[in-house]
Every structure is written in structure tokens, then in C-alpha cells.
């Protein structure tokens, strides 16, 4: 007879817990690992081929509960700067998302596609409408940039809300299950919500209320343009691609004057980008960034930043040495209902097999991350 050996309380913990399903609006996710989105870059004429259906399923295959999907562009001139980026407009676009969506359901998972449009982050002249202005609330870049774009006007405004509602729209017309809106890391909807990008003297700028409008009302366009039970995430952040130091709320107060209006809005699920998952939010609580989200919106949350991983953010992209991290905390937060789920960016960039070995307790069989992942869609 050969003898056997139990799993490790943390193994056998990390099966329980995170297999447990969780319950988004009218979408019942299987399990509470999401894949984080990431910019891959591997959409020739922002249209998903067969290899990007591939890369997706892959992670769906192996027990990833949602799959949040790249960023991609909205349909407004001025939303991207590549044309590998993936695009949510467009005959041909659509289809091959279409596509991404019945692989992964096949597979056994869930999936949105996120919303995006870059703002003043666009650099002037490039792909895929090379002759499209660089537009933000005020025409001010993250780095405090005053020359490099123009403010947004009315009739911009209601075009960028009208395309975020039509991917929305299409997105649940074509399969997927639900919406993620980016609101964060300093692009279009957060230079709004961020006061260095928002000096408008119009009812888009001033206090966090009404620098929250714009965000609203894109949220609320969606509403109307999709069904009562339709996911809508929104995901933000306090830090800044260029301004890690950077913060939307210094204390919860702030943080739910921006918060509230969107949770009016319709709102059904917060996913709260930090660097580090483990970090406190504000001084003398626990409670990270979704927790602190949670709290003040009773709203379903994801948690996100460097799970499974130790190391600098920037330095593991960079190529430098990360080591893997347990998630006995990780584990321990959920169980204290801070946060409803779990997006797992690098890790599971760099392994595919990622939540299937978690889910079966084989963390020995986890690779650490190696920034030449990013070069394949492995």
C-alpha cells in the first residue's frame, strides 16, 4: 500500500474557498478566480483570431471562473493608438469576439469583455485613426502635460457615452456575459475621476461628485442599453500609470462620494485595482481598496494586485526576479467576505494551468512569473 499524503491546510483551504460560486447581478460565476485584464497587443486590425480564442479557453479550461478580457477600444476615433489592440466595434471585430465568447463558455467559464478608451494617454497620429485628436477632460495628460491634447466638448462627451453603451449592447448581443467599463491607471474615465486631469469649470469638473458624472453616465447609458440582469462591472484604481502615488480618496469619505453616483448608476460589481492586494487602504483599518469598496457600497467586489507574486509591479515587466507569494491572507479575506472574488493578472499570464493547480492544491507546481510571457500568447 502506498501511503498518501493529506494536503496542507492551505491546499485544502484554497479548494473550499475558492471554489465556491459567487453570484454577480443575474450571472452565477463558478468559482472566484477571475483573469485580470491585460493589453496583449496580438489583434492585427483590433480583430481576436483563432489564437486569441485559444488563449482564453486555455484559462477557462483550467478553472478561471470569469475571464475579464484585454482592454479594448470602444468605437470612438479617438479611443486607442494601436492597431493590434483589439477593438469592440466592427463587423469583422465583433465576430471574432463573438467567436472568444463560445470557446470559453465551452469550456466552462464566463466572460466580459473590457471597455476602453485612452484619453490624453493617445499619442498624436497613431493607429488606428491616425487623423483623431487626442481628447480628455481637459486636454492635460498624467504627467501634467498641458499641450498635448484638447478638452473634450459637449458633443465629444455624448459620443464617447454613446459608444461605451453600443460595445455594451453588443457585448451582450454576441454572447458575452456581462460588461467591465475602465475607469482606472489614468486613462479616459479616470482622468475625469482624478482632480490633477479634471480642471473643467462645467458640471464634469470640480468636487469628486461631479467629476464622477461623466463615469455615471456612461454607466447609466449602458443600463438602458442592456438587460436588468446584465453584469455591468466598473473598474478603478488610485494610482496612475505615470503617478503610482497618486489618489482618487484619502480617507473612506472620499472614497464614497465617488462611488455612490456610480453605484446609482447601475453599477453592479467594483473591481478594485491596487499594486500589492495586501496593502491597507487607509489608516487604521485592514481593509484593502475592495474592501473599503465593499463596505461602503454593499456591492459585490474584486480584489486584484500582484496575486501570487511577490515583487515591484513594474519591475517583474521590467524582467527583474519576482518570487511567488502564498495566499493564505488572500484566503482569509474572502472567508471574511471583504471582497467577493480574485483577479489574477501575471500569474496567470506566465501559467495557463495557474487556477487549476491552486483549485488542486499543487502550489508546488506553480511557475513564477517571467516577463518574456508577455511575448506569446502561450
Sequence with gaps: ???????????????????????????????????????????????????????????????????????????????????????????????????????????????????????????????????????????IRVDGTEDAGRAMTRADLDDVIGAFAQAAEDAERIGFDGVEVHGAHGYLLDQFLWERTNRRGDAYGGDPVARTKFAAEIVAAIRERVSPEFPVIFRYSQWKQEAYDARLAESPEDLEAILAPLTAAGVDVFHASTRRYWLPEFDGSDLNLAGWTKKLTGKPTITVGSVGLDGDFIGAFLGQDSALKGIDDLLDSLERDEFDMVAVGRALLQDPQWAAKVLGGRFDELKPYDAAALKTLS
Excluded: C
Aim: neutral net charge; aromatic residues 6%.
Design 1 to 139: 500500500m502506498t501511503d498518501t499524503v493529506p494536503p496542507t491546510p492551505s491546499a485544502s483551504r484554497a479548494a473550499d474557498i475558492l471554489s465556491r460560486p459567487v453570484t454577480l447581478n443575474g450571472l452565477t460565476v463558478p468559482n472566484r478566480i477571475a483573469m485580470a485584464p491585460m493589453t496583449r497587443m496580438f489583434s492585427p486590425g483590433g480583430v481576436p483570431g483563432d489564437d486569441v480564442r485559444s488563449y482564453y479557453a486555455r484559462r477557462a479550461a483550467a478553472g478561471v471562473g470569469l475571464i475579464v478580457t484585454e482592454g479594448t477600444y470602444v468605437g470612438h476615433d479617438s479611443a486607442g493608438d494601436s492597431d493590434r489592440v483589439p477593438r469592440f466595434h466592427g463587423a469583422e471585430q465583433l465576430a471574432g469576439w463573438a467567436r472568444v465568447a463560445e470557446d470559453v463558455h465551452a469550456a466552462g467559464g464566463t466572460i466580459v469583455p473590457q471597455l476602453w478608451h485612452i484619453g490624453m494617454v493617445r499619442k498624436p497620429g497613431a493607429a488606428p485613426v491616425a487623423e483623431a485628436p487626442v481628447v480628455g477632460p481637459s486636454g
